[in-house]
């Protein structure tokens, strides 16, 4: 079997998520064979550096030996049993783990199956509760521009990225978008916390006027990934905290994608001290093996469904594959290595080594800005350096950099013109250096003509 024979027959039955079709009459589709740490092979023998830990879930390596042999002993013993009525070791030892590396007051752990999912239950338990507690005028949620949260209705609706969003505007629930913090759009020597802090002044006007409507503000913390990883100060969460606290209203922390040492703190929350009533986790939970997500609350929006049956307060919400067994176990085999490897720590210093590689690209004539926060780098390509105009998005200019990164072996995935790097952690020097290198070409390719 080779690349060409399998592109062939995928292009024949599969339909592949956020793709148009079309672009593989040109760029063909490119089936793994196996993976080893920050690696990926192909069936032709190329291998390609997966920089964006394959779409942001992967925290220590393809095949890592403790995951596998933590999956493999689960497999031997119990692979999936319902949830309701029953449980099993992992789910609970995980759910422990969980309440003790998440934000303190984070006691209780509803176990979804994805992102998306995560972000469901988050946004119908708060509204569940102001129900429960009979303030049933809180029925709105406010959201942040440019913020994304999943791709079904309702995360959907609670996100603000143009592309994913508006074709299916008709379907969607109404919600507030307030102005983001994003400072990209500072002004020139003017700080990220000085920024951040200007910009909550909307978001006090905005609750100030709709609190009583509101049931919960949705926030992704310190980075909007998605929204092509744009970033704000810590000051944001720690108003924002105080501010939904004034204003009676909940905080759902969407850490989905920057949790689990993405910031360069475990969750990006504590770089505010903040404990927010719902936190949304997926993505690394599991290493990057399987499909599982957690919803982290307080006692208190527990206490609110806990009653006689008749009541008919109780959270209804499920799905079949709710705490899946190999999930769960998987997802403490990680949680494991950043204890016993000290990996937050450890990431500090390979945060500095990102940094020193990309710091060339501040001085490229078409990159606008190099932003930072932990283990997440990103480097803003535009048309003008100077007014800051970028390229018209039908030049495609981000994919010429993805085309020409594949063709030397590293897998980057630019959000529109925006070249990021979210690498595993078990990423070498030398390999972020091999990195930085062919993202630079790949710049250089995509901005000429
Ligand atoms: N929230 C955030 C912040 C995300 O980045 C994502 C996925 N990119 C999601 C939610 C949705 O997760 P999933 O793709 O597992 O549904």
């Not at 069936?43 to 095949?63: E, M, Q, T």
């Not at 049931?215 to 990934?225: K, S, Y």
């Not at 499909?291 to 006689?308: G, H, K, P, R, W």
Request: net charge negative.
């Amino acid at each position: 079997m080779n690349n060409h024979e399998l592109s062939q027959r995928d292009l024949a039955v599969l339909w592949h998520p956020c793709t148009q079709m079309k672009d593989h009459e040109n760029y063909p589709i490119i089936p793994i064979k196996k993976g080893q740490g920050v690696w990926l092979e192909d069936f032709d023998g190329n291998r390609y550096l997966d920089a964006i830990s394959s779409w942001w879930v992967n925290l220590f390596g393809h095949a890592n030996p403790a995951i596998n042999a933590a999956l493999k002993n689960q497999l031997d013993t119990l692979e999936q049993v319902i949830f309701a009525g029953f449980t099993h070791e992992s789910a609970i030892k995980l759910a422990e783990k969980l309440v003790e590396i998440t934000p303190p007051g984070l006691n209780r752990c509803f176990y979804a199956d994805n992102g998306s999912a995560a972000v469901e239950v988050a946004l119908k338990m708060s509204f569940h509760y102001w129900r429960n507690l009979g303030q049933t005028q809180k029925t709105k949620f406010i959201t942040l521009e440019n913020s994304y949260h999943g791709e079904t209705l309702g995360a959907l609706a609670v996100g603000n990225v143009a592309l994913y969003k508006d074709i299916y505007a008709p379907l969607l629930m109404d919600v507030i978008t307030v102005p983001s913090p994003d400072c990209y759009h500072s002004e020139p020597g003017e700080s990220w916390a000085d920024y951040s802090t200007r910009r909550f002044a909307l978001m006090e006007q905005t609750l100030a006027q709709h609190a009583d409507s509101v049931c919960a503000v949705i926030i992704e913390p310190l980075v909007q990934c998605a929204g092509n990883m744009r970033m704000y100060d810590a000051v944001y969460l720690k108003l924002l905290r105080e501010a939904c606290d004034k204003y009676a209203l909940h905080l759902i922390a969407d850490e989905i994608a920057v949790g689990f040492g993405r910031t360069g703190t475990l969750f990006a929350c504590e770089q505010a001290a903040v404990t927010p009533d719902f936190m949304c986790l997926s993505k690394g939970l599991t290493g990057g093996y399987l499909a599982l997500s957690a919803v982290l609350t307080t006692d208190n929006i527990y206490q609110a469904f806990y009653d006689d049956y008749t009541k008919l307060t109780a959270f209804l919400h499920s799905h079949s594959y709710t705490g899946n067994a190999l999930a769960c176990r998987a997802g403490l085999a990680t949680i494991n290595i950043f204890q016993q490897q000290k990996i937050i720590e450890k990431n500090r210093q390979l945060a500095k080594t990102m940094g020193g590689v990309a710091a060339r690209f501040h001085e490229h004539p078409h990159v606008a800005e190099v932003r930072q926060t932990g283990m997440i780098l990103a480097i803003e390509l535009v048309k003008n350096k100077q007014t800051r105009e970028p390229y018209p998005w039908q030049e495609r200019r981000g994919l010429k950099v993805y085309r020409y990164a594949l063709s030397k072996g590293v897998l980057l995935r630019p959000l529109g013109d925006v070249i990021y790097f979210m690498p595993p952690y078990v990423i070498s020097e030398a390999e972020l250096e091999l990195l930085a290198a062919v993202a630079w070409q790949g710049i250089q390719h995509a901005v000429r003509d």
